[in-house]
């Protein structure tokens, strides 16, 4: 079992959704590194190619692919469009938005929007994905969860409710496709150290309590998510299904 070949991704192809920046292109350039052809998705194609750039100068082998993941008619044509090249092997369903606003003034559109994107998106790639995966017989998919899929705080409760259901779509899409040689499973972050983050790592009073809440007393890294996702990727996770791995520092663990 110290075989390294466990945890290599030599020789498959990745699609990360939302990858020019932030988590997605932190794991982009980590399924990368552990040897997968990396396809970056987002909605612009200057960001992607700045990306690209960026991969190719690790020599990470990478791609880009521009498409709308709300949009499923777009979804659809992206992903045969890339499935027209090669395989898709690895799909991480990263793209996602933030809005925080008290629960009785919340806006609608921004309702309509986080769960379009948070939500939506997620059942959209997945789908177009598992239909070439299913045939194949095999395929992994990593949905991004996060420490709001099981709690919540106050201001971002339609987040929440966007998480809390990319977990439960997550056990769904486990329980319908792992007959068909697929794994599909959720990582689900804590605090971490990002752009969408960057208010409330600014916040002495939030950080503070954010170290005191969680037992590694600390916001993390998104390099600290890179081993999970290779783990979730690779032959080493044949046998887990519908599992959302948790990367928060303890948070969840403690009261």
Known sequence: MSDPVLFSLKGRRALITGASRGIGFTL??????F??????NGRKADALDTARAKLEQEGIATR???????DQDQVIAGIEAVEKEGPIDILINNAGIQFR???DQFPRNEWDRLISTNLSSVFFVAQAVSRHMIARNRGKIINICSVQSELARPGIAPYTA??????????GMATDWARHGLQINGL?????ETEMNAALVADEKFSSW???????????????LVGAAVFLSSDAS???NGHILTVDGGLTASV
Request: charged letters at 20%; aromatic letters at 10%.
């Open 28 to 33: 982009a350039q980590g399924l990368g590194s």
């Open 35 to 40: 040897g997968a052809e990396i396809i970056l």
């Open 64 to 70: 880009g692919a521009v498409f709308d993941v709300t």
């Open 101 to 103: 606003a008290p629960l």
């Open 162 to 171: 966007t998480k809390g259901a990319v977990k439960m779509l997550t056990k």
């Open 188 to 192: 689900a972050p804590g605090y971490f």
């Open 210 to 224: 954010l170290c005191q809440r969680t037992p590694a007393a600390r916001w993390g890294k998104a390099e600290e």
């Open 238 to 240: 044949s046998f887990v």
